[in-house]
């Protein structure tokens, strides 16, 4: 079967350090990876997704990054972290040939800009 | 994608049925109706999904209006563990996706 994995489960951070997070499947391979950031008491924004190795799309403009080094492996990173950073962060993955298309989440990483 | 619209919040008693309602009038006739779930402070789970005919998982039931205008998500026997905010979507049922959730509906299950 397939498992998300991603770490930290919790980050506090200060304004202005960098961020690396990080995401792994397991179980599948070839997959589309998202990025998403969900702050406080508000809905799903996309951030990145990718549908292959080193390819990245970015949706909206922002002070991240993500790549992807490996076929399932997805990393969002910052080199200067802002206050509007905080929020949680989930990844997700999608089978490219499933019929449902429907998309598997990670637990998520709780981030804390202070 | 076509908007939804859901009620803000919603009770049930554990061990009963919670039928969860969601319009979305503007859908076009190859979007799918798709429910995932938050439990506080989890990732969201995918429930279940459908295009016109009724569907049943190990989770939940999907039933769809004939005119797909509305549907309604149901658990057959709430417990607990089922507390948490469920979301509505439509989308196209392609290889990308970018999932847009709303404010969804609070589901709370009480003793």
């Known amino acids: 079967s397939q498992t998300i994995h991603q770490w930290p489960a919790t980050l506090v951070q200060p304004v202005g350090s960098p961020l690396s997070l990080e995401c792994t499947v397991e179980g599948t391979s070839n997959p589309n990876l998202y990025w998403y950031r969900q702050a406080a008491g508000r809905g799903l924004q996309l951030l990145f997704y990718?549908?292959?190795?080193?390819?990245i799309s970015s949706e909206v403009p922002q002070n991240l990054s993500a790549s992807r080094p490996q076929d399932r492996q997805f990393i969002l990173s910052s080199k200067k972290l802002l206050l509007s950073d905080s929020g949680f962060y989930l990844c997700a993955w999608s089978a490219k040939l499933a019929k449902g298309n429907e998309q598997f989440f990670g637990p998520g990483t709780r981030l804390t800009v202070l | 994608d076509a908007k939804t619209t859901q009620p803000t919040s919603m009770d049930c008693a554990e061990g009963r049925a919670a039928n969860l309602p969601c319009n979305h009038s503007t859908i076009s006739g190859n979007e799918y109706v798709y429910w995932y779930r938050q439990i506080h402070s989890q990732g969201p789970q995918y429930i279940i999904h459908?295009?016109?005919n009724n569907e049943t998982n190990e989770m939940a039931s999907l039933i769809i209006t004939e005119d797909r205008k509305s549907s309604t998500l149901i658990l057959p026997h709430a417990t607990l563990r089922d507390t948490a905010v469920y979301y509505c979507?439509?989308?196209?049922?392609?290889?990308?996706?970018?999932?847009?959730f709303g404010t969804g509906t609070r589901l709370l299950v009480s003793p």
């Open positions: 459908g295009l016109k």
């Open positions: 979507i439509v989308r196209l049922n392609t290889g990308f996706q970018k999932l847009v």
């Open positions: 990718s549908v292959g190795i080193g390819q």
